[in-house]
């Protein structure tokens, strides 16, 4: 399975792409803030996009890594549009989230985990939300990183008019802050020697727990998010990258809510069969068929819409946030997409799939090859 992030050699190179700061403030450290920022691209839908964070407890699960820790914790961002951009810009993440990313994926790195957790984003906290009822799409990050790695595709599909739920699973994560401020990890689960006892698959049904209880949260009777009224609970899809798009087939298979799915560059734990729309979008050097077996078996088990998409030029991390950090610490291939233009193309598809099967609306970008996409490659075994 696809769970790991090339380590990043991070250096002062990051001054080639990032962007200046001004003037230099204090950091959170006591030291001068860095003189460089990072940042996601804009969204691309015409709506201003305002986040809420919504800490969740599953009082009827015990937590499956850390059964001493007591009941099952989840850190979700909610990402919906707004009516205006008002109120403070959403932190991408914590500075103490920060450091855990750098210490688990680039050890040794010579930056501030402030510049990684003040990368410029577009959401504003807590902005008043838009009239009206729009489609949910929950967002699932691959093992060991944290749900802020696929932020760039929660702002622009709240942008784009969807509301949208990105999970932080508790001890699956390289950091997750939680509302008393501890910050958590997942080395009880990532050090391991092994894998739990049934292997990746474990971990992914353990997700299907935390998705369903995610949906209840949102859709129940008594909602746990205050502008839950914004939901269409009939129009629900997911999208996970890695072991989250492995997740999100294995909810669909067990989760009816669930109308359409995408697995981002996941490996599956195993195959499993779907009768709903699927799109699968992963690298050209990795899911090409005959690459990886489980794709090639998905394919034949999946009776409803489907596509098959590879993207030339990426790796793993392109289909991520983090995509904009490999660039700027020189880690990228000389012949790599662009951090702009990979998660260009990824939200152009991922945004016309849930278009298409949440609201209904023709996608001709979802036919066949585009000109405008020579990058992108459609596969039909």
């Known amino acids: 399975m696809k769970i790991r992030l090339p380590v990043l050699a991070l250096t002062a190179s990051l001054a080639l792409t990032a962007v200046p700061r001004t003037p230099a403030t204090a950091s959170a450290s006591g030291q001068p803030a860095p003189s460089i920022q990072l940042e996601l691209p804009r969204p691309t839908g015409p709506n201003p996009v305002g986040r809420d964070i919504l800490p969740l407890v599953d009082s009827g699960r015990k937590d499956p890594w850390v059964p001493e820790s007591g009941p099952r914790r989840l850190m979700v961002s909610m990402y919906y549009p707004a009516r205006s951009a008002t109120g403070g810009p959403a932190p991408y993440m914590t500075t103490a989230e920060a450091a855990s990313l750098l210490q688990r994926k680039a050890p ?11 990368t410029r984003t577009h959401a504003r906290a807590g902005a008043p939300p838009k009239q009206g009822r729009y ?36 001890y699956e994560s390289s950091g997750t802050t939680l509302p008393d401020g501890r910050t958590i990890t997942c080395a009880p689960l990532c050090d391991q020697p092994e894998p739990p006892e049934g292997g990746q698959a474990a971990i992914t049904a353990n997700r299907t727990k935390d998705i369903a209880f995610v949906l209840d949260e949102l859709t129940g009777r008594h909602p746990a998010w205050k502008n839950a009224r914004m939901i269409a609970p009939k129009r629900i899809g997911m999208a996970g990258h890695s072991l989250g ?37 992963g690298s050209r050097s990795d899911h090409v068929p005959g690459k990886d077996r489980t794709w090639d078996d998905g394919w ?57 099967h949440l609201k209904g609306r023709k996608q001709p970008l979802l036919d066949g090859p585009s000109p405008a996409n020579p990058e992108v490659a459609f596969h039909a075994p």
């Open 245 to 281: 798009g492995d997740a999100g087939a294995a909810t669909m298979a067990v989760d009816r809510r669930v109308r359409a799915g995408v697995n981002l560059d996941g490996t599956f734990h195993p195959a499993v069969p779907l009768d709903r729309p699927f799109l699968l979008m």
């Open 135 to 170: 489609p949910l799409v929950v967002l699932s990050p691959g093992l060991g990183l944290p749900r802020a790695s696929l932020t760039f595709l929660a702002e622009d599909l709240a942008s784009r008019a969807y509301v949208v739920a990105l999970v932080d699973h508790a």
């Open 108 to 118: 040794g790195a010579k930056i501030p985990a402030e510049v990684v957790s003040g």
């Open 300 to 356: 034949t088990k999946m009776s409803g819409w489907k596509r098959w998409l590879t993207v030339a030029r990426t790796d793993h991390t392109s289909f991520t946030d983090l995509s904009v950090l490999q660039q700027a610490a020189g880690m990228s291939g000389p012949d790599a997409l662009s951090p702009r233009r990979s998660l260009e193309i990824v939200r152009a598809y991922v945004g016309a799939f849930f278009d298409r």
